[in-house]
């Protein structure tokens, strides 16, 4: 049965959202406090979190934080706010999706779907003990150091295919230019964070279908660069 995480302070929205869910075939718990939700997600494997913002303790735009700094546990991030720019946060963070209050439990049903669904896919693609990671059609295989496109082969330079490497093994995490340039060329290489924007450019014409309109790296306007696990 698969696990959901439910933290919420209005006890009768998060037991709403629960009754639903459970009628449905979910496993659901529920925290009230955002550090104690913290706590618990960090402790046990949930199959997705459903994650308020405004919440006692710590508010939701951390807790989405602290998870995607230990896990990639899908994250479903709720609120009363409709506004763009807590959007925009929240996916920056990692957030997997976003869904303004009120909402029907349907909807929210179908979204915790989708999102399990295309997480478990990711999982089922992955073969971490080969080294190889298969992700719609782009194969990344890290022994042999190649790539692969819909079966065919891309010639990518040293740092390409480390940066690709990087944003791949940490799908749906938001990376800004400065931690992206100091993981794949370190702090004391000669250059400056516009180098980052070159690579992500020119890896885009290797792997994507269409680069500017790209499935795989995204650009987050304001904040940096994720690898998108769902497009």
Known sequence: MKKILIIEDDISIAELERDYLEINGFEVEIQQRGD?????????????????????????????????????????????????IDKIRALGLGADDYVTKPFSPSELLARVKAHISRYERLVGGKDVKKGVMEIR???????????????????????????LLFLASNPNRVFTKEEIFERIWGMDSQGDVATVTVHIRKLREKVEENPSEPRFIETIWGVGYRFNIYK
């Open 36 to 84: 104690k939700g913290l706590q618990r997600v960090l402790e046990e494997d949930f199959n997705l979190v459903i994650i308020d913002i405004m919440l006692p303790g710590i508010d939701g735009f951390e807790i989405c934080r602290q998870i995607r700094n230990n896990k990639n546990t899908p994250i479903l991030m709720v609120s009363a706010k409709n506004e763009d």
């Open 137 to 163: 059609g782009l194969t990344i295989d890290e022994t042999s150091r190649r790539v692969y496109v819909n079966n065919k082969e891309v010639i990518l330079t040293t740092k390409e295919f480390d940066l």
